[in-house]
């Protein structure tokens, strides 16, 4: 008995010792977690609920001169998925809210999965509202898939100009490597304004700090200690579009290839810029339709192309004037020189010249295009040895040189000298023959109807360089507004004189040389000066380019059209139609708006090499 | 009478504790507070009956208990991929908590029936042994690993109550100490190995049953390593290894000990302060209600708070061990001692798996997680212990 309640006590402390002894060691292990790798864990902890987010700045908006919306946001409803989270079973529940094949939803998860496992992924972008409200209803039933609201950029005014604004492309490898301030994934722009001025209309990312669970939902935001950015709004552009005279330029150019600038020669800035064929901006915002995006990247007509600033071809007889400016400069005529055209110019060959037979000064070679006059004029500055001072006086016109438009891809064109023919066909291996055709804006000379605009512009403001451009004004997020100065240089060497001579000639193109049938507008005076340019391949490239009214011009317009023949019955009208319209802001001559749309390319049947309207 | 009140105040102190947690299942503690009502009218109640008449119906209650456990199996709805709930009526039934007081009372009854009963006869021993494996089979068969590793655990320690020779109960225990160590190391098991073997040699002088615990101690050490190259299947080693090493698979088996860890580690002295707790309130915790519970306390309440709930609990244990030694009926000291293992064994594994020292296994703290059944089961344990000891000196004129 004795001994047994011995046992018991001896019992009863050694099972008392074990339990304090394995609390001690609880205590301790609880001491060690919580009060000496406190830090370690505090970390873990805040880690595990608080996650950063990026918020996405809204873009900047573009506007056109008169304050016209004509680029803004619009939200995009997209579904979210993370693949760990997601069951593969929920595929068919999945695919039937949204209204798509399994097979479809099936490709898209393993996208997904390729991506990464554990990181959100957008499923599938721009859906529509009802379908992103019944993905939302049936969340429960989809772990793993989440729902975002982004934006995509609309366009709500009459236009397309899809060249001016350019599209926005999620940011590749290649682009996110580039800068920082890109993510993968963001939207960023590739072409146009949106990718000249992507800095200014980007905005900057907003962070915030959400407490998330463990199933990573939101739980709000936290706002303690941290403090959240908020996004700053993408600046907000004003360009120097003039919306309507756009809509009408491309209304006009409708099923036509080519290219029209229409700009304020004492400025540079541009009233319309329309390339055709367009491609539709509006179907590259939002989900990228991929079958439309092969087919403008690979149809024959290139819609990518911006046709107003990036071809290169001949500029043909809207060179003339230039050539005569130089002529006068370099003292090889005078404005009173009279050469007489035979039909044809001969030197090594004859060169045809469709002006009729007689004596032409420099006016009337101008104003009927006599390829004599300005063969004639080369001829004697190509045997004087002023070849490269007649490059380089054509180049402070903006030919053969790049100019500074605000637009990415704009070509520098061809204004060859001594230095480019000798690589060109190599030292000594060209000749007189291969630089006559410089005269009358043929052979290797070349340039985008936006450089002619602004060779244009040039002759009619009295001799100033002038940098075309579409930023008019930049507004901030903060309402601080930057306007965008038009620089303007005197070229010094040009004479009033000169310009004066020269425009008169141009005056007379319209009046009675082959811009007589539709060049002139009622009541205003215009002027121009018509082109063709060789096409080896087909009709030939028309080109016209006028400005209006002649004695105060406000307005140069340059069109240029694609195997489009004669540039008197196909470019001319439609110049002579955005002069209307910006000048009178009305166009009365629906007859002639009628004409061009159901405009159909003639050709001439004769030698169309060397052809002089 | 004083540990009446112990109990109301330990109740109505830990019963609340689970009133923070759920508050996104808000029912849970409305439930639990029932179940706490229900416990407290229940432990008064039970001080009208005397020690003898449960004493007396003991196997009966055996029996029963076993029937529910067999309904259990057949009928039983599945929770958490256990097997342990009889639905009755409104509320979920789970059967192995009932059991658990039934074994020990029907053991404790046969090991002290008859004075010439104690575990120092082989068949007797062996019969108490079979009268506690056979509702462990069924809660294993439930696939309720932690409640089995509770009547486990009852063996060893209703068998050295009853005589078994101190060396022999060391004996017992020491594989399951050497396997923890060896999971870590093999040179961990192989030194407790040869320390236990030791100590068996020092408190009990038999040469043979040193040599016994050495071989069984060895083959321990080697059946680990094999078992854990060759024979468990891929799940079951990738829970050890979340438990040595939960870095291992952060976001699968590992996350549990990560999770509860951070949320405790992340306390620090004085706790994040009560719903604030980021970890918990965020819902990072798994079962954090039941088996993760000292997470929660930790995370709020801090070192202190945890700290505090582990001397509570340690205080309750040896207040009911010293219960047990005043106790003159074998059977009340058997019980006392009994329940007392249970309630410590069930702490430790409920803290250990939160504190990482012990791989992950769902098991409840008595009293303070969220669980009907078991609230019940425990406060009944509870009464027992008082009821006893109410009528000590009744029960022992009995003898």
């Given at each position: 008995?004795?001994?047994?309640?011995?046992?018991?006590?001896?019992?009863?402390?050694?099972?008392?010792?074990?339990?304090?002894?394995?609390?001690?060691?609880?205590?301790?292990?609880?001491?060690?977690?919580?009060?000496?790798?406190?830090?370690?864990?505090?970390?873990?902890?805040?880690?595990?609920?608080?996650?950063?987010?990026?918020?996405?700045?809204?873009?900047?908006?573009?506007?056109?001169?008169?304050?016209?919306?004509?680029?803004?946001?619009?939200?995009?409803?997209?579904?979210?998925?993370?693949?760990?989270?997601?069951?593969?079973?929920?595929?068919?529940?999945?695919?039937?809210?949204?209204?798509?094949?399994?097979?479809?939803?099936?490709?898209?998860?393993?996208?997904?999965?390729?991506?990464?496992?554990?990181?959100?992924?957008?499923?599938?972008?721009?859906?529509?509202?009802?379908?992103?409200?019944?993905?939302?209803?049936?969340?429960?039933?989809?772990?793993?898939?989440?729902?975002?609201?982004?934006?995509?950029?609309?366009?709500?005014?009459?236009?397309?100009?899809?060249?001016?604004?350019?599209?926005?492309?999620?940011?590749?490898?290649?682009?996110?490597?580039?800068?920082?301030?890109?993510?993968?994934?963001?939207?960023?722009?590739?072409?146009?304004?949106?990718?000249?001025?992507?800095?200014?209309?980007?905005?900057?990312?907003?962070?915030?700090?959400?407490?998330?669970?463990?199933?990573?939902?939101?739980?709000?935001?936290?706002?303690?200690?941290?403090?959240?950015?908020?996004?700053?709004?993408?600046?907000?552009?004003?360009?120097?579009?003039?919306?309507?005279?756009?809509?009408?330029?491309?209304?006009?150019?409708?099923?036509?290839?080519?290219?029209?600038?229409?700009?304020?020669p004492h400025?540079?800035?541009?009233?319309?810029?329309?390339?055709?064929?367009?491609?539709?901006?509006?179907?590259?915002?939002?989900?990228?339709?991929?079958?439309?995006?092969?087919?403008?990247?690979?149809?024959?007509?290139?819609?990518?192309?911006?046709?107003?600033?990036?071809?290169?071809?001949?500029?043909?007889?809207?060179?003339k004037p230039l050539m005569g400016i130089i002529g006068l400069h370099l003292g090889i005529v005078t404005p009173e020189t009279?050469?007489?055209?035979?039909?044809?110019?001969?030197?090594?060959?004859?060169?045809?010249?469709?002006?009729?037979?007689?004596?032409?000064d420099m006016e009337?070679?101008i104003?009927?295009?006599?390829?004599?006059?300005?063969?004639?004029v080369?001829?004697?500055i190509?045997?004087?040895?002023k070849?490269?001072t007649w490059?380089k006086l054509a180049k402070d016109f903006g030919?053969?040189?790049?100019?500074?438009?605000?637009?990415?891809?704009?070509?520098?064109?061809?204004?060859?000298?001594?230095?480019?023919?000798?690589?060109?066909?190599?030292?000594?291996?060209?000749?007189?023959?291969?630089?006559?055709?410089?005269?009358?804006?043929?052979?290797?000379?070349?340039?985008?109807?936006?450089?002619?605009?602004?060779m244009t512009s040039s002759i009619v403001n009295g001799g100033y360089k002038i940098?075309?451009?579409?930023?008019?004004?930049?507004?901030?997020?903060?309402?601080?507004?930057?306007?965008?100065?038009?620089?303007k240089e005197k070229i010094d060497w040009v004479k009033d004189e000169y310009l004066n001579t020269v425009k008169k000639g141009m005056?007379?193109?319209?009046?009675?040389?082959?811009?007589?049938?539709?060049?002139?507008?009622?009541?205003?005076?215009?002027?121009?000066?018509?082109?063709?340019?060789?096409?080896?391949?087909?009709?030939?490239?028309?080109?016209?380019?006028?400005?209006?009214?002649?004695q105060?011009p406000?307005?140069?317009?340059?069109?240029?059209?694609?195997?489009?023949?004669?540039?008197?019955?196909?470019?001319?009208?439609?110049?002579?139609?955005?002069?209307?319209?910006?000048?009178?802001?009305?166009?009365?001559?629906?007859?002639?708006?009628?004409?061009?749309?159901?405009?159909?390319?003639?050709?001439?049947?004769?030698?169309?090499?060397?052809?002089?309207? | 009478?004083?540990?009446?009140?112990?109990?109301?105040?330990?109740?109505?102190?830990?019963?609340?504790?689970?009133?923070?947690?759920?508050?996104?299942?808000?029912?849970?503690?409305?439930?639990?507070?029932?179940?706490?009502?229900?416990?407290?009218?229940?432990?008064?109640?039970?001080?009208?009956?005397?020690?003898?008449?449960?004493?007396?119906?003991?196997?009966?209650?055996?029996?029963?208990?076993?029937?529910?456990?067999?309904?259990?199996?057949?009928?039983?709805?599945?929770?958490?991929?256990?097997?342990?709930?009889?639905?009755?009526?409104?509320?979920?039934?789970?059967?192995?908590?009932?059991?658990?007081?039934?074994?020990?009372?029907?053991?404790?009854?046969?090991?002290?029936?008859?004075?010439?009963?104690?575990?120092?006869?082989?068949?007797?021993?062996?019969?108490?042994?079979?009268?506690?494996?056979?509702?462990?089979?069924?809660?294993?068969?439930?696939?309720?690993?932690?409640?089995?590793?509770?009547?486990?655990?009852?063996?060893?320690?209703?068998?050295?109550?009853?005589?078994?020779?101190?060396?022999?109960?060391?004996?017992?225990?020491?594989?399951?100490?050497?396997?923890?160590?060896?999971?870590?190391?093999?040179?961990?098991?192989?030194?407790?190995?040869?320390?236990?073997?030791?100590?068996?040699?020092?408190?009990?002088?038999?040469?043979?049953?040193?040599?016994?615990?050495?071989?069984?101690?060895?083959?321990?050490?080697?059946?680990?390593?094999?078992?854990?190259?060759?024979?468990?299947?891929?799940?079951?080693?990738?829970?050890?290894?979340?438990?040595?090493?939960?870095?291992?698979?952060?976001?699968?088996?590992?996350?549990?000990?990560?999770?509860?860890?951070?949320?405790?580690?992340?306390?620090?002295?004085?706790?994040?302060?009560?719903?604030?707790?980021?970890?918990?309130?965020?819902?990072?915790?798994?079962?954090?209600?039941?088996?993760?519970?000292?997470?929660?306390?930790?995370?709020?309440?801090?070192?202190?708070?945890?700290?505090?709930?582990?001397?509570?609990?340690?205080?309750?244990?040896?207040?009911?061990?010293?219960?047990?030694?005043?106790?003159?009926?074998?059977?009340?000291?058997?019980?006392?001692?009994?329940?007392?293992?249970?309630?410590?064994?069930?702490?430790?594994?409920?803290?250990?798996?939160?504190?990482?020292?012990?791989?992950?296994?769902?098991?409840?703290?008595?009293?303070?997680?969220?669980?009907?059944?078991?609230?019940?089961?425990?406060?009944?344990?509870?009464?027992?212990?008082?009821?006893?000891?109410?009528?000590?000196?009744?029960?022992?004129?009995?003898?």
């Open positions: 008995m004795n001994n047994s309640s011995n046992r018991i006590r001896t019992s009863i402390f050694a099972l008392q010792a074990i339990m304090v002894l394995i609390c001690l060691v609880v205590l301790g292990r609880i001491f060690y977690l919580q009060i000496i790798q406190y830090e370690v864990y505090d970390e873990l902890g805040d880690k595990n609920s608080i996650r950063q987010e990026y918020v996405d700045a809204a873009r900047g908006l573009i506007y056109d001169r008169n304050g016209t919306l004509l680029v803004d946001n619009q939200p995009i409803y997209s579904v979210t998925i993370t693949p760990l989270n997601f069951d593969t079973k929920n595929i068919p529940l999945l695919a039937d809210l949204l209204g798509e094949s399994d097979s479809l939803v099936t490709e898209l998860v393993n996208d997904a999965k390729r991506y990464s496992r554990f990181r959100t992924s957008k499923l599938i972008t721009d859906v529509d509202f009802k379908v992103f409200s019944l993905i939302q209803e049936n969340l429960w039933q989809l772990p793993g898939i989440g729902h975002q609201i982004d934006s995509k950029r609309n366009y709500p005014a009459p236009i397309t100009a899809s060249h001016i604004f350019g599209y926005l492309r999620e940011a590749d490898e290649n682009d996110y490597k580039q800068t920082q301030s890109i993510r993968l994934g963001d939207k960023i722009g590739k072409s146009g304004l949106e990718l000249y001025y992507q800095d200014n209309l980007k905005g900057d990312l907003g962070i915030n700090y959400l407490k998330v669970n463990a199933l990573g939902q939101s739980l709000g935001k936290y706002t303690e200690q941290k403090i959240a950015k908020p996004p700053v709004q993408g600046d907000n552009l004003i360009t120097t579009i003039d919306a309507d005279l756009q809509a009408f330029a491309e209304q006009l150019m409708k099923g036509k290839s080519g290219g029209i600038v229409a700009m304020n400025t540079g800035e541009i009233l319309a810029l329309v390339s055709s064929p367009e491609y539709e901006v509006k179907k590259l915002a939002g989900r990228i339709d991929k079958e439309y995006w092969q087919f403008i990247n690979s149809d024959s007509t290139r819609p990518l192309f911006n046709r107003a600033i990036s071809s290169r071809q001949p500029p043909g007889s809207t060179f009279e050469i007489y055209n035979s039909g044809y110019y001969i030197r090594g060959r004859p060169y045809k010249d469709l002006a009729d037979p007689g004596l032409y009337s070679a104003a009927h295009s006599s390829n004599t006059y300005f063969l004639s080369m001829d004697k190509a045997t004087s040895g070849l490269n490059s030919l053969g040189v790049p100019n500074n438009i605000d637009l990415p891809s704009a070509n520098r064109g061809i204004l060859p000298d001594s230095t480019y023919l000798d690589n060109r066909f190599g030292k000594n291996k060209w000749g007189l023959g291969d630089v006559l055709n410089f005269g009358i804006g043929q052979g290797l000379v070349s340039a985008s109807p936006l450089q002619i605009a602004q940098e075309p451009h579409l930023l008019r004004a930049v507004v901030r997020a903060d309402g601080s507004i930057e306007q965008n100065n038009s620089t005056r007379r193109n319209v009046s009675e040389g082959s811009g007589k049938f539709y060049a002139a507008v009622p009541e205003i005076e215009v002027s121009g000066k018509t082109g063709t340019a060789q096409n080896p391949f087909g009709f030939s490239h028309g080109w016209y380019t006028s400005f209006a009214p002649s105060s406000e307005i140069v317009v340059t069109v240029f059209l694609e195997n489009a023949g004669w540039a008197s019955i196909s470019a001319v009208p439609i110049a002579s139609l955005i002069l209307e319209k910006y000048l009178k802001g009305e166009v009365e001559r629906q007859w002639l708006v009628n004409y061009v749309l159901n405009f159909v390319p003639k050709e001439d049947n004769s030698e169309a090499s060397v052809s002089n309207e | 009478m004083a540990i009446i009140g112990l109990v109301a105040i330990y109740s109505a102190t830990q019963g609340p504790v689970s009133e923070f947690l759920p508050d996104y299942i808000q029912n849970n503690f409305a439930k639990q507070l029932l179940w706490v009502a229900l416990a407290i009218v229940f432990v008064l109640c039970f001080q009208f009956f005397t020690p003898r008449s449960y004493m007396q119906l003991s196997y009966l209650f055996y029996a029963i208990g076993i029937v529910l456990m067999i309904c259990t199996f057949l009928f039983g709805t599945e929770i958490n991929g256990a097997k342990s709930w009889l639905r009755i009526g409104f509320f979920n039934l789970q059967s192995s908590e009932i059991m658990k007081i039934a074994t020990i009372l029907a053991t404790a009854q046969y090991l002290t029936s008859r004075r010439d009963i104690t575990a120092e006869n082989i068949r007797y021993a062996l019969t108490a042994v079979a009268m506690i494996l056979v509702p462990t089979i069924f809660v294993i068969l439930q696939n309720d690993f932690g409640t089995a590793i509770v009547f486990l655990a009852l063996i060893p320690v209703m068998l050295f109550w009853s005589g078994l020779p101190y060396g022999v109960s060391i004996y017992i225990v020491s594989p399951a100490f050497i396997l923890y160590l060896t999971v870590f190391d093999w040179k961990l098991g192989a030194i407790a190995t040869i320390l236990i073997s030791f100590l068996i040699f020092m408190v009990q002088k038999r040469v043979w049953l040193t040599v016994t615990s050495l071989i069984t101690g060895i083959i321990t050490v080697v059946g680990v390593n094999v078992a854990l190259t060759d024979i468990l299947q891929p799940h079951q080693i990738a829970r050890i290894t979340a438990f040595t090493n939960p870095a291992f698979d952060p976001t699968g088996a590992g996350w549990n000990v990560i999770q509860a860890k951070t949320a405790i580690g992340s306390g620090g002295l004085l706790g994040k302060g009560f719903m604030e707790g980021t970890q918990t309130q965020l819902k990072f915790l798994p079962e954090q209600w039941t088996d993760f519970i000292s997470c929660v306390i930790g995370e709020e309440f801090g070192f202190m708070g945890l700290g505090l709930l582990v001397v509570t609990f340690l205080f309750l244990f040896l207040r009911l061990l010293k219960q047990a030694g005043n106790h003159k009926h074998p059977f009340a000291q058997l019980v006392t001692v009994s329940v007392t293992a249970v309630f410590f064994i069930h702490f430790v594994v409920n803290i250990g798996s939160a504190t990482a020292l012990l791989p992950v296994i769902g098991i409840p703290l008595p009293f303070v997680s969220y669980g009907g059944s078991a609230f019940l089961t425990n406060s009944l344990m509870l009464a027992i212990c008082l009821n006893m000891d109410l009528y000590k000196r009744d029960f022992s004129i009995y003898r």
